[in-house]
């Protein structure tokens, strides 16, 4: 079975700072992907970043990108320059071939002015 | 233009009336999902359909029931509703079973009372 677990429930940071999320998760399968979504308080899940299982290379788009540790089961979210935007929940996600996709309990961020 | 729309966003009724949530996708996409988020925002999968036929049916009591018209529509109809019910509610689809993020309608907001 697929697990995803984020040691994480809050989290805060300063605006213009640095934030790292925690993600680890569990399966079998050889081939798949992992995701981090992002839900502010429309609730609408809007997906932030992926990274396929098979790429050495870390994701990155903007001010967001990952650090995929394969053998450990890591990846975690790096948001630099973080923005009064980016308060929201995170969820970390899981996908593998031909099933479903798993999602974490989610970290709830909080950026200070 | 939306993505994945679904109809209504809010939704107030009493226990043991019977409800439907539609969606509908126009990004083509084959496989089409219900997600429940409870109070905890722990969100977990209920159903999935590929070109219209059930591929995943998680544990969900039978008062839940999925109707995919076409490809593009999925409908959550739901019987005899108990407090219990009480979430929000996301369609989302994806380009196919395979390895490929979800994308997300805004969510149904149920309230039994």
């Known amino acids: 079975a697929q697990t995803v677990t984020q040691s994480q429930p809050e989290m805060s940071v300063q605006e213009a700072e640095t934030v790292t999320l925690s993600c680890t998760y569990d399966?079998?399968?050889?081939?798949?992907?992992l995701f981090w979504y992002k839900q502010p308080p429309s609730r609408q899940m809007i997906l932030v970043i992926r990274?396929?299982?098979?790429?050495?290379q870390n994701a990155t788009e903007n001010r967001f990108s990952v650090n995929f540790q394969k053998a450990a089961k890591s990846f975690s979210l790096k948001i630099s320059d973080s923005q009064l935007g980016d308060a929201a929940m995170y969820f970390c996600?899981?996908?593998?071939?031909?099933?479903?996709?798993?999602f974490g309990p989610g970290t709830s961020l909080s950026v200070i002015p | 233009d939306t993505a994945v729309s679904q109809t209504p966003k809010y939704l107030v009724t009493q226990m043991g009336n019977d409800k439907s949530i539609k969606c509908e996708q126009n990004?083509?996409?084959?496989?089409m999902y219900w997600y429940k988020q409870d109070s905890k925002k722990f969100l977990k999968i209920m159903f999935s359909?590929?070109?219209?036929?059930?591929?995943i049916n998680e544990t969900v009591p039978n008062r839940f029931s999925p109707k995919s018209p076409d490809k593009a529509h999925l409908n959550l109809h739901i019987n005899s509703l108990e407090l219990g019910d009480s979430a929000v509610y996301f369609c989302?689809?994806?380009?196919?079973?395979?390895?490929?993020?979800?994308?997300f309608g805004q969510g149904t907001r149920l309230t039994v009372v």
């Open positions: 399966t079998s399968e050889s081939d798949y992907y």
């Open positions: 990004l083509g996409h084959d496989t």
């Open positions: 996600a899981l996908k593998t071939s031909y099933d479903k996709v798993i």
């Open positions: 990274q396929e299982a098979y790429k050495q």
């Open positions: 989302a689809s994806s380009p196919s079973e395979v390895n490929t993020e979800a994308f």
């Open positions: 359909y590929n070109n219209k036929e059930l591929i």
